[in-house]
DNA sequence: CCCTGATTCGC
DNA sequence: GCGAATCAGG
């Protein structure tokens, strides 16, 4: 494959848009991405963010995305998989306003969203991905294991999620999303 | 391990 | 000009 005018237009296209030279490699097909980098370099439009590091991170827009969502008929059950048994040792709980988990004692509490700011589907979809969690114990950790922890720390109904990381990050791509929310949502403070 | 872009250098 | 190999980083 050669470069030709139509192969460069979208490459500059694809590259303006912020897509990454993989991503841009397999559209044209028959290139690999460092073929895309060169000749991005050559054309000199390399640098797409200005500031900081030339190699720094770039992921702005992700333009050509279907994403998947659309379940109008999910209320998103609460099965409530962790949980094993809570029965009468507790006095009472009066305020069903905000779900809140109560941790016995421990020091490092788990990042428990307190389900604060997190969207309903956002909240629905970590339901589902901590459903197929592989339940790993502190152990079976590793670099590209989701380092979620799901359950009670003080009891033995707890566990990692163990789902695959993607790139450096410490969780699974669902509980990033729950873990950074990018402070958002937040203006409903009126005081 | 997965991924990102940056650079080099023989072709 | 090209891009695989390599480098540097998340």
Redesign the pocket.
Known sequence: ???TDERVELLKKMWSEG?????IAKELGG?????V??????LGL??RASGG???A??KPAEAEKPAPRAEPAKPAPKPEPAKAAAPAAEPEKPAPVARKAIIPAGQPLPPQPSANEISPETLANVREIEKKAKRISLMELT??TCKWPIGDPATDDFWFCGLS????KPYCEAHVSVAFQPMSSRRDRRR
């Open positions: 494959m050669s470069w897509q990454s030279a993989s991503q290139v690999t991405r460092n073929a980098i060169g000749k991005v370099h050559r390399s640098n590091g030339a190699a991170e770039a670099e590209r990381v993607q790139a450096g």
